[in-house]
């Protein structure tokens, strides 16, 4: 696996749009550039940043300005500065031969998936699976946030399962108690991490993209995690049988997947029936703390990590 070069201080972070832009979300995407410079980084944005609409602009517009920073050598590690829905057709239009002569971290959660799986799997470039948003909760950075700043400079950080979530998806409000699910019996194991949304990992399957099980072939043992925003439980069930025939979950040790952000069911089948159903022979931990509903795990795809669940757990990221 390429490691990118770890940041320090005055290290740049180049920001760019490569799915919607900002929107409506300025002040906190403000707060989270002054929490970012509060670290010692500087900041280099894109003109798409700043954008509103489905998309900062078109799939060859996207890429244009994410080539850009990765060719800048003044900047050291880049952030996809939002979610969305429509990264996956920007992928066509990167230079992959330009990426992978100039590895750098590539940042971000949800709809930047795309980008940071294909990186990885393709190219065998770690990246960070971590919220967008870096402008903390109610005013208050958390340490959550703490965490991740850890990890981009290079520290080994033990991340320990918070003792309280959101009842809601950006809610911003910690008052739920935080309870983890076990299907297949206890997890103690270690395996290289990758994962990422659910809903996007889907769309790579087939593609041109998918390189999925030569990536995993090259490791003994995988810990795969998903982020769950808004689908059913009828089609997670149907996307993790989907993965498994697949072969997507050969030398798999564990699977992570995250607090569902907007659940739903057609025939009122339970997100965890739904995964035991689909899941009869890895140990899962569902209710993770990873993806859309806070606080949030940092996880580096390609990475090697210790997971733990008995009564309280962690994951600590080895390299």
């Not at 906190?28 to 700043?50: A, L």
């Not at 770690?126 to 109610?138: A, D, K, V, W």
């Not at 035991?276 to 990873?290: N, S």
Request: glycine share 6%; aromatic share 12%.
């Amino acid at each position: 696996m390429i490691i990118p070069e770890f940041l320090h201080e005055s290290d740049c972070i180049g920001i760019t749009a490569s799915s919607c832009g900002i929107l409506d979300k300025k002040k906190k995407y403000i707060d989270s550039i002054n929490n970012i410079k509060k670290q010692g980084f500087t900041i280099k944005e894109t003109e798409n940043v700043y954008t509103n609409g489905m998309v900062s602009g078109s799939s060859l517009q996207r890429a244009k300005q994410f080539m850009d920073l990765i060719e800048d050598n003044q900047v050291k590690a880049i952030a996809i500065a939002s979610g969305g829905d429509f990264l996956f057709d920007m992928l066509p239009f990167l230079d992959y031969e330009k990426i992978k002569n100039n590895p750098k971290w590539i940042i971000g959660s949800s709809d930047p998936t795309s980008l940071l799986f294909t990186i990885t799997t393709n190219l065998n470039i770690q990246t960070i699976y971590s919220p967008c948003n870096m402008s903390g909760f109610n005013g208050q950075m958390h340490p959550s946030l703490y965490s991740f700043f850890d990890i981009l400079k290079g520290k080994k950080v033990k991340q320990i399962q918070y003792d309280y979530c959101e009842k809601v998806s950006f809610s911003d409000s910690f008052d739920l108690r935080n309870e983890w699910t076990i299907i297949n019996g206890p997890v103690d194991c270690t395996g290289t991490l990758i994962g990422g949304c659910i809903e996007c990992l889907k769309d790579v399957i087939g593609t041109r993209f998918d390189h999925t099980k030569e990536f995993i072939s090259q490791f003994d043992h995988m810990i795969w995690y998903f982020d769950v925003f808004n689908m059913s439980a009828e089609s997670l069930y149907l996307t993790l049988t989907q993965f498994k025939n697949a072969g997507w979950f050969t030398n798999c040790n564990a699977i992570l997947i995250g607090k569902v952000a907007f659940e739903s069911s057609f025939v009122g089948l339970s997100y965890q029936q739904a995964i035991a159903q689909a899941i009869q022979d890895i140990p899962v931990i569902y209710r993770f703390d990873i993806g859309h509903v806070k606080p949030s795990f940092t996880m580096i795809n390609g990475a090697k990590a210790h997971v733990v669940y008995n009564q309280k757990g962690y994951i600590k990221i080895e390299d």
